[in-house]
């Protein structure tokens, strides 16, 4: 996959000597897969040729021509289809090894390149002969002076070319022919690049293709929403918070200076009071759209901040030890996040777990334990968290666990890939 | 009438920096200089040796904890400079890095909600200023709940007390605030230190960092 996008991909261009050399290629491919079939088939020519000598005789030789060509055509498809799957990647510059799987073994694997194969030996055929008369014919023609000048002439089909002046004309027409031949051969190379590409790729290759499309554009919403959440925070931490906090101080150097029996000291005390229960609510909103700690001090400092807010006491264990990739901290917070608050609203739980730790090099792996009543991802819900986790884990390639039977207790697992060791950042 | 406490102010919000210099100047503090990022804040404290210095968290550059990064620094060149960090997050991580943080001088940490409450900030500045430490009642809530299992043995009572003391009051302070005797708190002290398996201790910051310490813990 060296695109993202889910349009059909627009034909890279490809450099005329490389499509002449495709096309070159190809026609000889071609015509040795004519060869070998018109070898295979040798008993049936001779039967069909030698018609007076019996039926018995016929039968014979057209039975063995027929089981030759059913044994060798499919080797010989599987070998065309493989061969012009590699020339078609190195035409367009693309990766050779995702071509189509293909056994002898496995007669479904097959169909495709027999039927490639068919195309390939008429249509192609038809092209490989008409392109090497030509070439042959150019090569005679550029040839014919020499000829001529030995005392000698050439043949070109139906011309003989015996005087100065044809020669001249038979060099000139095999220059023109040729570069016909040349300015064809990109389209000619594209053309068949299509051919190879539409008929040898499985239904299941595309669909693998567009999943993998599928995974990395929710990867992307994913990191965008992130983005999204980091810039709102920001907005509160630096815009609405420090306003409402002015507000406070205003009212709270106001009261200094109020006299304890002043009229509407009350009032103003209220409203500082308003003001501070905002203040704290907005603390709480902030840190759930993205906590700082986070960024600063990681992602067990994290989690475990915000276990310090929740009513079930949560242990956490961490043999990690080091930081981990930004992306990874984040996507892994936001997922234990939702286990946690999960395990605080639905579990009745009276303890949980959550084990940070590291299964083999290159990997993570979360699990959030609790010995609460069970049932989780099957009572009901439809408040999205299960599937918000299920969206994060796939942005990180990794995989969801999660065994809760009725009566608990609750595991549930993340694994993800996590390269080693990081620095600050 | 004593010479005021000379602060230097590092705060990135102009409205709040401008609201906590005239608060400071209303309550008594001569403000030497107010700045807007952790450098200005160094090469302030550097020239100015302020008595206390006021610093925000999260500043620019890049709004990560340049702030208390900076006030680590500051204790590191000079053990006996009071540090308050004002900070818009309950998280403890904060905390430990300052108390992590060598030095004599008196610490504190505080939710920025705290400023309003004008005679009440002054009072915990002046305390840190004389070597006190004072960490957010919010912070030692969420420490406390996170330790909850060896505090069962407390009393509530007890409880209280430690809550008091995490914040660095003093004994005095503590039985005026909780209205019992001296004698009772220093009983209290006794068996909470007792009770944690801390060790006894009359230094008010070698105490409350051992409180802080051992609430910090690993939870369970």
Known sequence: ?425 | MTEPITVVIAEDNALLREGLAGLLDRGGFRVLAAVGNADELLRACRALAPDLVITDVRMPPDHRAEGLAAAVLLRAENPDLPVVVLSQYVEQSYVADLLDSSGRGGIGYLLKDRVSDVADFGETLRRVHAGGTAVDPEVIGQLLRRRRDPLERLTAREREVLAEMAQGHSNAAIARRLFVSDAAVVKHIGNIMMKLDLPPNDDQNRRVAAVLAYLRGPAG
């Open chain 1, 1 to 425: 996959m060296q695109r993202a996008g889910s349009a059909p991909e627009a034909p890279p261009a490809i450099g005329a000597w490389r499509a002449v050399l495709h096309v070159g290629g190809t026609s000889l491919r071609v015509l040795a897969a004519l060869a070998a079939v018109g070898l295979l088939g040798a008993p049936i020519w001779l039967a069909l040729g030698r018609a007076e000598r019996g039926a018995g005789a016929v039968g014979a030789l057209v039975i063995a021509g027929l089981v030759l060509l059913g044994a060798g055509l499919p080797v010989i498809a599987a070998v065309a289809a493989r061969s012009d799957w590699r020339a078609v990647a190195w035409l367009l510059g693309a990766d050779p090894t995702d071509g189509p799987t293909i056994r002898l073994t496995e007669p479904r694997s097959l169909v495709r390149p027999l039927a490639y194969t068919v195309v390939l030996l008429t249509l192609g055929g038809a092209a490989a002969v008409l392109i090497a008369v030509l070439v042959v014919a150019a090569v005679v023609a550029l040839t014919s002076p020499i000829l001529v000048a030995a005392g000698d002439h050439a043949v070109i089909g139906p011309f003989a070319v015996d005087t100065a002046a044809r020669a001249v004309v038979a060099v000139a027409a095999a220059l023109v022919v040729l570069a016909g031949l040349v300015a064809v051969a990109p389209p000619l190379a594209r053309a068949h690049a299509a051919v190879v590409r539409q008929v040898l790729t499985r239904p299941e290759q595309r669909l693998r293709r567009d999943l993998a499309t599928t995974a990395l554009s929710r990867a992307r919403l994913v990191r965008a929403f992130d983005v999204e959440r980091r810039r709102i925070e920001r907005d509160l931490h630096d815009g609405v918070q420090p306003q409402l906090l002015s507000v406070s101080m205003t009212l709270g150097l106001a009261l200094a200076a109020m006299p304890a029996d002043a009229p509407g000291r009350a009032d103003v005390l209220r409203a500082q009071q308003q003001a501070r229960s905002t203040l704290d609510a907005l603390r709480g909103f902030v840190r759930n759209i993205h906590p700082q700690v986070l960024i600063d001090h990681g992602l067990v400092a994290a989690v475990s901040e915000l276990a310090d807010t929740l009513p079930v006491p949560i242990t956490i264990t961490d043999r990690l030890g080091d930081r981990l990739p930004a992306e990874v901290e984040t996507n892994l917070y936001f997922c234990i996040a939702e286990l946690m608050a999960n395990v605080a609203k639905h579990s009745l739980a009276e303890h949980a777990q959550v084990e940070l730790e590291r299964p083999a090099p290159g990997r993570v792996r979360v699990t959030v334990r609790d010995d609460g009543r069970g049932g989780a991802a099957s009572n009901g819900r439809v408040d999205g968290g299960l599937a918000g986790i299920a969206d994060r884990v796939a942005a990180l390639g990794g995989s969801l666990l999660i065994d809760s039977p009725l009566g608990g207790p609750t595991i549930a697992a993340i694994t993800v890939a996590a390269p080693g060791k990081e620095a600050n950042r």
